[in-house]
């Protein structure tokens, strides 16, 4: 019983200390228009065009992933 809790302890602690090297990724900011009911973009009193803006993680992508083969037509 004594080893089931050790190592329930052990696997607990690498859980917690590899949470904040996952929660550490780079964010962009990304703007887009607000266009009402008939697809036009929506002036703010300024004369500016509103805009609805959002924080995105970004991934990095993998160079040397292998890429499945597309199936061949007959």
Do not use: I, Y
């Not at 052990?10 to 887009?32: F, I």
Request: charged content about 40%; overall charge positive; aromatic content about 2%.
């Amino acid at each position: 019983m004594k080893k089931f809790v050790t190592v329930l302890a052990l696997a607990l602690a690498a859980t917690l200390s590899a949470l904040p090297v996952l929660a550490n990724g780079e964010t962009r900011k990304v703007c887009v228009d607000v266009k009402d009911k008939e697809g036009k973009p929506v002036k703010e009193k300024d004369g500016k065009t509103k805009q609805n803006c959002k924080e995105v993680k970004v991934h990095k992508k993998l160079e040397d992933a292998e890429k499945v083969p597309e199936p061949k037509k007959k």
